[in-house]
């Protein structure tokens, strides 16, 4: 759904220029640096980027899940860590505040959260609870107005720069299901939080993730989203359903990057006497990656528009993210294929979105997770 279409380009247009003249220019020195500059992220929160998926009513642009791919289609042409850095605000970090937490936290933490001024972490992966999200270890046992919180969160995405943490925890450690977990709103400077060592990664480097350690941390009951026990799975579960479209989205995007790089290369590189584009075997990888990004596309545009259209979407979210981040992969590979012997050296950056979008088919639920949402919706319906 888009709300009003000139008020949307004029977005998409600021976006486009925004990649076109800051980001895409700094993303050697990011990759090299291991950091956004500051003046970047600046302009980030200045365009209102951390508030893209908050209502109006507490200073968000308030998009539509359809507006938000659109968005993110734009932004994403850039390297993926740059939306990375706004991506856990605007997403997962948020999002159960949103769906789940009660007015007055809502009315606490959007506006801030809005603006950039503060910024989100979504903490429920564990040392020893990934795709098993229902088996984490971490506790929160209330005691007086607090709850308790021991455990160690890990992989958390932008927890180094974190001022809250959506922090899933078992307030029933005799429950070892789904429904024993709660989940809260914790602040970053909480005493008790300490964080582990920056993750040395494959890719994505200027995006950071670490260890997060709660020894005793006391976190207001107030803080409990929703004010109620037992409901943090499933808040997790609806962020995550929303969080695949946009991650799809995010393939998509940088798919289209990888492959107007591979053209560009493919229209100038010669061999044999003629540039490489005008070889069959290679108008075949130029072809199926074109096809498949479109379809790609497709199916996040109409996940997109289901979830505005309020209809259940966890199939289709899943079925988008597993199909656009496998394609991702495939076009990269294609792309790295196609610049040869150049595809494998640092100095042309399709080597290092090659590494970075590995990591697409493995965060915000792996592939074979999504496989398994899929057909456990599939079988569930049928029943
Ligand atoms: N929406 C609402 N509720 C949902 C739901 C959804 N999409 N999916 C499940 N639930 C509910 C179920 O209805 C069930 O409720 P009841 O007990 O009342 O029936 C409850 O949640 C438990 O559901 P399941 O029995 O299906 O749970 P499960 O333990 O079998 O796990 C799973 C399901 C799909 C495997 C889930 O664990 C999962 O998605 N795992 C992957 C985790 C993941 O994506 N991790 C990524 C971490 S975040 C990240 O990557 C961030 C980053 O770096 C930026």
């Known amino acids: 759904m888009i709300r009003d279409q000139e008020i949307l380009n004029g977005l998409l247009d600021t976006i486009a220029r925004f990649v076109g003249e800051r980001l895409i220019p700094n993303e050697e020195q990011v990759a090299e640096t291991d950091e956004i500059p500051d003046d970047i992220v600046a302009d980030m929160k200045a365009m209102g980027l951390f508030g893209l998926t908050i209502p109006e009513a507490f200073g968000g642009l308030e998009l539509t899940m359809e507006e938000e791919v659109l968005v993110v289609f734009e932004l994403c042409r850039a390297s993926p860590v740059f939306r990375s850095m706004v991506g856990t605000t605007v997403g997962i970090?948020?999002?159960g505040i949103l769906f789940d937490g009660t007015p007055?936290?809502?009315?606490?933490?959007l506006p801030r959260l809005?603006?950039?001024?503060?910024?989100?972490?979504?903490?429920?992966?564990?040392?020893?609870?990934g795709s098993d999200a229902s088996s984490l270890r971490t506790t929160a046992i209330r005691e007086g107005d607090d709850y308790v919180v021991n455990g160690t969160k890990r992989f958390i995405t932008n927890a180094p720069h974190a001022s809250v943490f959506t922090l899933m925890a078992r307030t029933d450690p005799e429950d070892k299901s789904a429904s024993g977990i709660s989940a809260f709103i914790v602040d970053a400077q909480t005493p008790g939080i300490s964080f582990g060592k920056r993750d040395?990664?494959?890719?994505?480097?200027?995006a950071h993730t670490c260890d997060v350690i709660f020894e005793n941390v006391r976190v207001p009951a107030a803080n409990l989203i929703g004010g109620k026990e037992g409901q943090g799975f499933k808040t997790a579960m609806k962020v995550l359903d929303k969080g695949r479209i946009h991650i799809a989205a995010v393939c998509v995007a940088v798919a289209e990057r990888m492959l107007s790089m591979a053209l560009s290369y493919a229209m100038e590189r010669k061999q044999f006497g003629k540039s490489i584009a005008e070889f069959q075997l290679v108008q075949a990888m130029l072809a199926d990656s074109k096809a498949e990004i479109y379809a790609a596309r497709s199916m996040v545009l109409d996940a997109a528009r289901r979830r505005d259209a309020k209809l259940p979407v966890s199939t289709e979210a899943s079925c988008a993210k597993l199909f656009a981040s496998e394609m991702c992969g495939r076009v990269a590979d294609r792309a790295?294929?196609?610049?040869?012997?150049?595809g494998y050296?640092?100095?042309?950056?399709?080597?290092?979105f090659y590494?970075?979008?590995r990591l697409f088919r493995i965060y915000e639920g792996t592939t074979q997770i999504q496989q398994l949402v899929i057909a456990r919706n599939m079988i569930r319906e049928a029943k």
């Not at 950039?116 to 564990?126: H, K």
């Not at 790295?336 to 150049?342: E, R, S």
């Not at 050296?345 to 290092?352: F, L, P, Q, V």
């Open 114 to 129: 809005a603006t950039g001024e503060l910024t989100a972490s979504f903490a429920l992966t564990e040392p020893e609870a």
């Open 93 to 95: 970090g948020s999002q």
């Open 355 to 357: 590494r970075d979008v």
């Open 345 to 352: 050296m640092a100095e042309y950056s399709i080597e290092r």
């Open 336 to 342: 790295v294929q196609i610049f040869g012997g150049a």
């Open 200 to 206: 040395q990664k494959m890719g994505q480097k200027g």
């Open 104 to 109: 007055e936290q809502q009315e606490k933490y």
